[in-house]
């Protein structure tokens, strides 16, 4: 790991991983393809991802200031 000397909140970390992963582009997919589910045609949404992490709907909303959130139950 480089030497930075900055501080990186958990809100901003939130923030981060919401923002390399809100695109258009087929690497989502790409990367979550090994956990994809026959049964139901699915895979893991970045909420799934952020809810394994322990980050909580509130905290995601407050982080991303985003509403139209499908966070899994």
Do not use: C, H
């Not at 901003?12 to 809100?22: G, K, P, Y």
């Not at 393809?33 to 970045?46: A, C, H, Q, R």
């Amino acid at each position: 790991m480089n030497d930075w000397n900055g501080v990186l909140t958990r809100q901003n970390a939130i923030r981060l991983i919401d923002r390399v992963t809100d695109r258009d582009d087929p690497f989502w997919e790409y990367l979550v393809e090994d956990f994809y589910n026959e049964d139901d045609d699915t895979m893991p949404s970045i909420y799934n991802v952020l809810d394994a992490l322990g980050v909580t709907e509130d905290e995601y909303i407050r982080a991303t200031g985003v509403n139209n959130v499908k966070w899994p139950e």
